[in-house]
Structure formats: C-alpha cells, structure tokens
C-alpha cells in the first residue's frame, strides 16, 4: 500500500462519553486527536441520567464544574425500595471517589464532554458514519471509511491508531470481525421522562427492586426500575432487565413501564400519560466485556463498543469514560515508540490492563446477573436482605463498585479481596 498522509495520529470514533474523554485526554498529551461523530450536537441517548461517584471522579479529571449552578442536580445516595421497605443509602466516605452523585440529561451531557476534549485541542467532526476500517497489507487498520453529511459523501480518514466508542452497536467492531459474545450478560432498558411537581428535586437515585402493576398488584412484574429526578420540573423514569431472566425477549418493555406506573402514587404524575414528556425510548446494555479482544490490529475499544457496562447495576459511563482514559495513556505511550513490534508491545498493555482492573469484578458481576434472573432467588434476597441496613451499605459499595483499593474499611476489603480471587473474564 502507498504511504499516505495521515489525517491525525489517532482517530476516535464515536462522541459519546467513552469517546470524548478519550479524546480530551490525548489532546491534553499533546496527539493529534480526530474525534467524529455521526449525529449532530446537542442530540439525545437512552440513558437514566443518573451518574454515581465514579463517573463525577471522571468529570473531575476532565476539569468539569460539577456544581449546582453549572446546572448539576447533585444526589447523596440511592434509595432502595423492595420487600416493603425503603431504604436510603448515602454514597460511601472514600479517599478514592467523590461522596456525591449527579444527575444530567445526556442531551447536553454529551455536547458538555465534547466540547471540553475541542478545548483540549481535539478536533471534532459532526455528521460523520464510520462504516469500516482501512486496512493495510497486513490486514492492521490505518484508517477507517466513512459516509459524510446529508449526502453521505464517501471520505477517508488516517490514522496510526484508531479508537472505536462507538456504541452497543460497534459497527466499527464489527466490521472488524468483533462480534459479541453470547456468554456475557446483556440488558435492555427503556426510559421516559415525565413532569413531577413532586418527584423532580430528590436528594436520592430512586431504585425499585420489585414491580408491580395496578391491575395484578400480587404479582411481581420482571426487571427492576427506576426514578431519578431531574432538578427541571422533570424524572427520568426507567426500567431495565437481563438476558438471564425467563422473561428477555418475550416481553413489551414500553407497556411494562406504563404498568408498573399506572401503580405509583397519583400525586407523582408518573401514571397520567398528559405529563410524559416525549417518547419511550429504549437501548440494549452490553455487559461484562461481552465483546473482546479489546485491542487487536490497530483498534482500542472504549466504553459500551467494548461492551463495559457493569453487570451489578447497569452503569456504563463511568466504565466508558474511565476505559478511554486508560486507552489514551496506552495510545501516547505506544506511538512514542517506532511501528512495529515494540509499539504492539505497548498497545498489549490495554486489554492487560483492562482484565486486572475490571476482570475478577466482572466475572461476580455475571454470577450475579445469572441469580438475579431467578425471581425466585431475586424475591428471597430482597425479603431477607432490604432489613439489614449494614449489609445493604455492603451491597451498595459492591454493585456500585465503589471501595479503596488500599486501606478502607472492613467491607472494601472484603469486596476487594472477592474481586481479586475470581478469575477474570
């Protein structure tokens, strides 16, 4: 293949959060960073809009105003209701993670990051589908394909190393030969926003372990949901379930949220259809490293392309955001050396790396989501666990992934040493 000139030294594909953090992070060490998107900004994304203390810790990094008077709405914890109970867990006291949460619309959100990795010095590109990779005689991707603007106009772009966030669907994964794997866990979550005078301020992410409809008030409906408010007169109200449920696959999820809210309380709004607030929307969740390798021929995977959600709680930003800061140390410190064997050596540490973070974790997380699937195991852990407050902290540090790897207290050795034994995925 003739030499060509390069368009950047890495191409990022994809502006989500994985993306864009991607792409700040490098501009910030001085690479040559082209970050395209193939919608235009601000647009929206299925997401609960809730994020936990380790997402604001990546906020942080990227320099963000995470205050309410930057339009934040901050929360304390999560309140669990199950089992007749409802709980309020307050975020844990950590040297490694902030002790607040946040709530935003990823229709700004999304427009926030972006912009920040442009003020790193990246440039972006809106109105740009990536369709594959450009591959050189050895089959090592130097580039991608893509269709540009309305008109799809068919562009080339660059570049030594690629990175693909681009999403559930990973078309540029795909392309690669990278398809998921059916042993992993996966989820799907559909969400709506409604108007709540009542609900829209709350101090707390709202879980609901057990659904009920008005009509069947005895029985359980499948998947968990969720409330968080909003901080603009509105809730971002959802609900998700998993692949190992009975029920995956064979169930309407858009007429299942409008049950289980027709049993809500009438001061909410939530069960009056003149208080939503646009369509239901729904995304599957890719879970537990469900598409791997995560580095193979030129290309990183970041985020949800990678398949990174958490399978404990279905939180993906943060993984998404902390996974593309990972690759932009890895990409800096490979293109400082010559092509070929040693710079390969380096681009090695990333999937390396990935397992010895996340591995151990992700292997419970799949045990987890395989007993949860049983309402049967589901219901007993609910009755029996909601009231004991000290082991539902426990569980909130677990499934929130949230301890000290060194020190800590006595639940984050525990949870650490758990992490540590299982072998990785």
Request: charged share 25%; hydrophobic share 40%; aromatic share 6%.
């Amino acid at each position: 293949m003739a030499a060509v000139e390069h368009d950047a030294d890495v191409i990022v594909v994809g502006a989500g959060p994985g993306g864009s953090t991607t792409a700040y992070h490098l501009a910030r060490h001085g690479v040559r960073v082209l970050l395209l998107e193939k919608t235009e900004f601000p647009r929206e994304k299925v997401c609960g809009d809730g994020l936990t203390p380790r997402a604001v810790k990546q906020l942080v990094k990227l320099g963000v105003d995470t205050s309410t008077e930057a339009g934040w709405l901050r929360n304390r914890g999560l309140r669990v209701i199950g089992g007749g109970i409802r709980l309020e867990l307050d975020w844990p006291d950590l040297a490694s993670f902030p002790n607040y949460g946040l709530v935003r619309t990823r229709l700004d959100f999304d427009d926030l990051l972006a912009k920040r990795a442009v003020e790193a010095g990246a440039t972006l590109r809106t109105g740009v589908t990536v369709t594959g990779p450009v591959l050189d005689e050895t089959g090592r991707s130097v580039g991608v394909t893509a269709e540009v603007g309305p008109d799809k106009t068919p562009a080339t772009f660059h570049a030594p190393l690629v990175v693909a966030a681009d999403g559930v669907s990973g078309r540029l994964p795909l392309a690669l030969g990278l398809t998921k794997r059916d042993d992993r866990p996966m989820g799907v979550a559909v969400r709506r926003y409604y108007r709540s005078a009542v609900k829209h301020q709350d101090d707390y992410l709202e879980s609901w372990l057990e659904l009920r409809s008005r009509e069947h008030p005895d029985k359980l409906l499948p998947g968990y949901g969720w409330i968080f408010g909003m901080g603009d007169g509105r809730v971002n109200v959802g609900l998700g379930a998993l692949n190992s449920s009975p029920s995956f696959g064979k169930t309407n999820y858009r007429r299942l949220l409008t049950d289980w809210l027709g049993n809500t309380p009438e001061d909410w709004g939530l069960a009056d259809e003149a208080n939503a607030d646009g369509p239901i929307l729904g995304a599957a969740l890719p879970m537990g490293f469900n598409r791997v390798p995560h580095y193979t021929r030129g290309v990183l995977l970041v985020g949800d392309s990678g398949g990174m959600v958490n399978p404990f709680n279905g939180e993906g930003i943060a993984y998404a955001m902390e996974s593309g800061e990972l690759a932009a140390e890895v990409a800096v410190q490979a293109l400082a050396r010559p092509a070929g064997a040693e710079r390969e050596r380096a681009l090695a540490a990333y999937p390396t790396e990935l397992k010895v973070r996340y591995g151990g974790y992700y292997r419970l997380g799949n045990v987890f989501v395989k007993l949860i699937g049983n309402p049967q195991v589901m219901r007993l852990a609910t009755r029996h666990g909601m009231p004991h407050p000290t082991l539902m902290r426990f569980v909130l540090k677990l499934m929130a992934n949230l301890t000290d790897p060194r020190g800590g207290d006595a639940m984050d050795r525990v949870i650490n040493a758990l992490a540590k034994a299982a072998p990785a995925v």
